[in-house]
């Protein structure tokens, strides 16, 4: 299995609409994105860092995760065009993009 993982970083100028994210976004990305694979996604919302008390880095960090690399590569490319043209709508920094290999424990 492997991951899709977008970072939205907090910067001094960065703004998030969550209710826009959450409303509007995720549904989009889910429509867009099952029938090429992806099996589920989970949303992270910064509420702080280490040590305790200081503030998140992030203001959210999104997981898509797919079956294969392959599943993966070709959702993205089928879709990034419009899923990043949605981002605008709701961050307006840049986010930080990580692909990982799902290691079970």
């Known amino acids: 299995m492997v991951r899709f993982t977008v970072l939205y970083n907090v910067t001094p100028t960065s703004t998030f609409d969550w209710a826009y994210y959450m409303e509007k976004h995720l ?3 889910a429509r867009l994105l099952s029938p090429l694979g992806l099996i589920r ?3 992270d919302r910064g ?3 280490f040590p305790p008390g200081s503030p998140s880095h992030y ?3 999104a997981h898509l995760f797919f079956a294969s690399m ?3 590569n070709a959702a993205l490319g ?4 419009e899923l990043s043209a949605d981002m605008a709508k709701y ?3 840049t986010a930080t993009f ?3 290999e799902v290691v079970p424990f």
């Open 98 to 100: 990580q692909i990982s």
């Open 27 to 29: 549904p989009l990305a």
């Open 70 to 72: 392959d599943e993966l």
């Open 41 to 43: 996604t989970e949303v």
């Open 91 to 93: 961050y307006n920094d």
């Open 78 to 81: 089928a879709t990034a065009a």
């Open 47 to 49: 509420v702080g860092a």
């Open 59 to 61: 203001h959210a960090i």
